[in-house]
Nanobody, 122 residues
Framework: QVQLVESGGGLVQAGGSLRLSCAAS????????MGWFRQAPGKERESVAA????????AYADSVKGRFTISRDNAKKTVYLQMNSLKPEDTALYYC???????????????WGQGTQVTVSS
C-alpha cells in the first residue's frame, strides 16, 4: 500500500516557477515508478512527466519538455516536479501517481494522490 500526498501548488504569474512535491508512505516506494498527471476542467487527465524507480529513465509530455523536470529522492520517499516558464495553459489540478510499471498509464496507475491546484495567470 502506498499513500501519496502532494504539496506546492498555488497561483503564479506566467513565466514564473513552482515546485511540486509528493510525499509517499509505505516501505516499497523505491520499487515504484512515479509520475505526475494533470487535469484541466473539461479535459481528460494527461501525463506530464514520469520517472523510473531508479531515476535512470524520465519521460515528458511534449508540451512541458524543456520547462519541467521530474526527480525523486528514494531516501526521503519523495518525488518532485520543478516547473519553470509556466504558461496559463499549464493551469490544472496536478496529481502524483505511483505504479510498478514504467512509463505510467493513467488507466493502469496503482495509486493516486489527492491533487494540488496550479493556476497560472496571464
Amino acid at each position: 500500500q502506498v499513500q501519496l500526498v502532494e504539496s506546492g501548488g498555488g497561483l503564479v504569474q506566467a513565466g514564473g516557477s513552482l515546485r511540486l512535491s509528493c510525499a509517499a508512505s509505505g516501505r516499497t516506494f523505491s520499487s515504484y515508478a512515479m509520475g505526475w498527471f494533470r487535469q484541466a476542467p473539461g479535459k481528460e487527465r494527461e501525463s506530464v512527466a514520469a520517472i523510473s524507480w531508479s531515476a535512470g529513465n524520465t519521460a515528458y509530455a511534449d508540451s512541458v519538455k524543456g520547462r519541467f523536470t521530474i526527480s525523486r529522492d528514494n531516501a526521503k520517499k519523495t518525488v518532485y516536479l520543478q516547473m519553470n516558464s509556466l504558461k496559463p495553459e499549464d493551469t490544472a489540478l496536478y496529481y502524483c501517481a505511483a505504479d510498478l510499471t514504467y512509463p505510467l498509464v493513467a488507466a493502469r496507475v496503482d495509486y493516486w494522490g489527492q491533487g494540488t491546484q496550479v493556476t497560472v495567470s496571464s
